[in-house]
């Protein structure tokens, strides 16, 4: 009788080349994603050591992380001696003759909101890419993970990647969410609960009716956080709401495969295991300079709090996070960027104005995500509530010595990570939703929808 499998042991034991021995396999790989601060560096090293692409077809190209999301940016970068990695990373692309999703493309985006959109992660396939937040596509039942530029160089040039298999773990929400709880709430839930390296070393199998219920964009904002739980990756086993996502996009196949057998068998051991009670979960934010640091926002920071996180962050322990004072709130990332979290927003400020010396900003996750956000007026509603709306691209989810907020600034994002000086030296960063961050800058203060 055959034994029961995981999920994550079926697409691992169908891409295993060669067992070596120590724990780690030779793995096959199906797609390779490259973006412009690293995607040079991989190509032009490839180039100078004399070896091709083993499948060009294979790899994919974008500019999303240092592409100024101002109107009208052409090719500019606010990063200092940025272009340099726009340009080079197009001429070795253009070279090295795989596709490239460049600044002004229609398909221009987020490398995690684009290669959904575009069927280019598919179920059962493996997806690498230079980023940690590639676990965001876990949400396909894909195997999908961040790598270095070197490890991107050795997949390109063999179409194989030596990985140490992770151990498993099973994340089993039950029950129903309240109405006003999103999946951002539900990862910073878990985060809070069991500590920002809870997930370290495995790969996290998100499952329970509450997650069934999830539509593909919150399951991917779900899994796109896997990474600050310290895991190797994410992953969400498909069913027919993933199968009607991915029918008919531009990579997906023509006739939809039979993927039913992508599921974890009764019976499948895990090395561990977590039960959340989904109705436990209330709208959270983070209040120090880990993810794992989040409270739901009605409650007080705890007693304990970290003293340097505190000190950094501007707060102190026992006193409420709701009512904190803001200078900015930031929609935008890989975590909530795309249409339905713009959709979400833009319902708690229709009609509404940002509140006095708030900066507000907007930016889409993918050209195509803002062209459907226009073309359903959801421009117009956050342009008359005082919010900046931008071009696609990573933005101000992180510092890379571009665009940034003036030092001392509390800002609440609907990014995925709150380290010090992650938005810039001295920001003061709290994640949270994309209705929390609407709510708090109309407000001008950390508060609910």
């Not at 309240?178 to 998100?206: C, N, S, W």
């Not at 086993?237 to 993933?242: C, H, L, R």
């Not at 996502?245 to 090395?271: E, H, K, M, T």
């Not at 209705?435 to 203060?445: D, Q, S, T």
């Amino acid at each position: 009788m055959t034994k029961p499998k995981t999920l994550f042991e079926k697409i691992w034991s169908a891409h295993v080349i060669a067992d070596l021995g120590d724990g780690n396999a030779l793995i096959a790989i199906d797609r390779i994603f490259l973006h412009e601060r690293t995607g040079a560096a991989a190509l032009k090293s490839l180039a100078e050591a004399g070896r091709k692409l083993i499948d060009p077809a294979r790899v994919f190209a974008v500019m999303d992380h240092i592409v100024d999301t101002r109107p009208g940016r052409g090719n500019a970068t606010l990063m200092q001696d940025g272009e340099a990695f726009i340009t080079e990373t197009r001429a070795a692309c253009r070279a090295a003759g795989i596709t490239l999703f460049d600044v002004n493309d229609p398909d221009q985006g987020i490398t995690h909101v684009i290669s959904p959109e575009l069927g280019i992660v598919l179920p059962g396939l493996t997806l690498i890419a230079p980023d940690s937040h590639t676990c965001t596509q876990g949400a396909f039942g894909a195997l999908a993970w961040g790598i270095g530029s070197s490890e991107a160089e050795h997949a390109m040039a063999t179409g194989t990647l030596r990985v140490a298999k992770p151990k498993t773990m099973r994340v089993s929400f039950s029950g129903e969410l309240q109405p006003d709880v999103t999946a951002k709430d539900m990862i910073l839930f878990l985060l809070a609960r069991y500590g920002a390296g809870g997930g370290a070393g495995h790969i996290i199998e998100f499952s329970g009716d509450a997650i069934a219920g999830l539509d593909m964009e919150a399951r991917m904002t779900l899994c796109n956080m896997a990474t600050e739980f310290a895991a190797f990756s994410g992953i969400i086993a498909p069913d027919q709401t993933t199968f009607d996502y991915v029918a008919g996009r531009c990579y997906a196949p023509a006739q939809i495969p039979d993927w039913s057998d992508l599921v974890s068998d009764d019976g499948a051991n895990f090395d561990h295991e977590i039960l959340i009670d989904a109705s436990e979960i209330e709208p959270m934010v983070s209040w120090g300079t880990s993810p794992g640091q989040s409270i739901p926002i009605r409650a007080k920071i705890p007693v304990n709090a970290d003293r340097k996180a505190l000190d950094y962050i501007g707060l102190e322990a026992g006193q409420p996070i709701a009512d904190t004072p803001i200078n900015v709130a930031f929609i935008g990332s890989c975590t909530n960027s795309r249409l339905s979290d713009l959709r979400r927003a833009s319902a708690v400020v229709r009609g509404k104005r940002v509140a006095d010396g708030i900066l507000a900003l907007v930016v889409p996750g993918s050209s195509a995500v803002k062209r459907a956000a226009e073309a359903e007026g959801l421009d117009r509603i956050f342009i008359d509530a005082g919010f900046e709306w931008r071009e696609s691209g990573c933005s101000l989810c992180f510092y890379a010595g571009g665009e940034s907020f003036p030092p001392g600034s509390r800002v609440i994002s609907s990014t995925n990570r709150n380290f010090e000086g992650r938005q810039g030296p001295g920001i003061r960063t709290h994640i949270a939703s994309p209705e929390v961050v609407a709510a708090a800058a109309l407000a001008g203060r950390i508060t609910t929808p």
